[in-house]
């Protein structure tokens, strides 16, 4: 990412929050990483603060020009020393950090006047600042294990670029955007359904934020009947299929006799179900006894296809598992809802996302399928 007319920015003072713990929870096959007991004391620990960090680093040629208010250590002041950021410390928190310091770190920072109150984490996150009262623009930099409101940027560089839209004074447009999370009453009942939180004011641009996921719509049924019935068919022997999380790929275990694991991954071999709601350890145990391939569909509104209640395939599963080895199945009212936007690559490794931009082959249908196009 490289901008330019630098002398032309506007000075931004910046609320940082980053909630340390978030996403850890991802390659565990954890639902969340909410009401866990994380014990982390350095940040290569914190999934936050290296997704925060990628975004930051973009943003460095213009430290002269960016003010920070944060809360101290994996709150915020840390990264923004290791980046030499200055930054004016308004909270103190002491590891492991509760939803409660969020709050009370977010209310510190609005009395600082900030323009934006950058924060890094997931739905759980947004619940606080929503509990707290916030009223500033926020931008979220998605770094938990499910991202179902629409306050987040599509990733770091996104938010890099949208703040610095925010210094340039070309006018960015700020609309409300709801805040919603997993009901963790209807997951135990074996319901996945989204719950209203509230709402947040965010800078709006299409093609950097995120839409808030949407499900598929009771016409979309059908069409997973057919999809489901073509990749059945076509299921090769002596290889391992994971099939990952959304009602699709349910519906396709469906198919073939299974009940599908919500939010989770599992694993078909031969007909045979050899394993459920897998973490990324087990993952790598398996691909590394078979053929490996990965039936898995995208976000709906959003257009995610990895990087979002996917974190068990991390980049280097990903990476020996192969782009050639994902088999995309998605509804064509699904790809259409997306108005043209991009399936989004969210891995956490840059060099990975860049690699695999592209056309893909996405299944939509028996016997039908479409070439879609994946970015950053």
Not at 70 to 90: I, R, S, W
């Amino acid at each position: 990412m490289k901008f330019e007319n630098n002398s032309c920015l506007h000075h931004l003072h910046i609320g940082l929050l980053i909630n340390p713990v978030a996403g850890l929870g991802g390659e565990l096959a954890f639902k969340g990483s909410d009401h866990q007991q994380w014990q982390i004391s350095v940040a290569e620990q914190s999934r936050a603060y290296q997704r925060c960090y990628q975004s930051l680093k973009l943003l460095q040629p213009y430290k002269d020009r960016l003010n920070f208010s944060c809360a101290n250590g994996l709150m915020g002041k840390q990264l923004l020393q290791d980046l030499d950021f200055e930054a004016k410390v308004v909270y103190q928190t002491n590891l492991p950090t509760q939803a409660e310091d969020t709050i009370r770190a977010a209310q510190a920072l609005m009395q600082q006047n900030i323009d934006l109150l950058l924060f890094v984490g997931g739905d759980g996150t947004a619940r606080d600042l929503c509990t707290a009262g916030v009223s500033c623009p926020v931008l979220g930099i998605p770094a938990g294990v499910k991202m179902h409101s629409g306050v987040f940027a599509l990733n770091p560089e996104s938010a890099a670029e949208i703040i610095y839209k925010l210094m340039s004074g070309s006018g960015v447009a700020v609309e409300q955007a709801e805040v919603r999370d997993l009901d963790e009453l209807a997951l135990q009942q074996g319901k996945v359904r989204a719950q209203f939180y509230g709402e947040l004011s965010i800078p709006i641009d299409t093609k950097l934020i995120q839409q808030m996921k949407c499900a598929s719509p009771e016409t979309d049924e059908l069409v997973q009947h057919e999809i489901a019935a073509f990749v059945s068919e076509r299921l090769e022997t002596d290889v391992v299929y994971l099939f990952g999380v959304g009602s699709t790929c349910a519906a396709i275990m469906q198919k073939l006799g299974f009940e599908h694991t919500l939010l989770g991954f599992d694993a078909i071999l031969n007909g045979e179900l050899i394993g459920q709601d897998l973490n990324s350890r087990q993952i790598t145990n398996l691909i590394s006894q078979y053929p490996c391939k990965v039936i898995l569909t995208v976000t709906g509104g959003q257009g995610v296809l990895l990087g979002r209640g996917n974190q068990q395939l991390t980049p280097a599963i990903l990476q020996q598992i192969g782009r050639e080895n994902l088999w995309v199945v998605a509804t064509p009212h699904k790809l259409k809802s997306l108005e043209g936007r991009a399936l989004v690559l969210d891995t956490g490794d840059a060099s990975l996302n860049k690699a695999w931009c592209g056309l893909i082959k996405v299944t939509t249908g028996y016997e039908q399928e479409q070439l879609y196009y994946v970015g950053q």
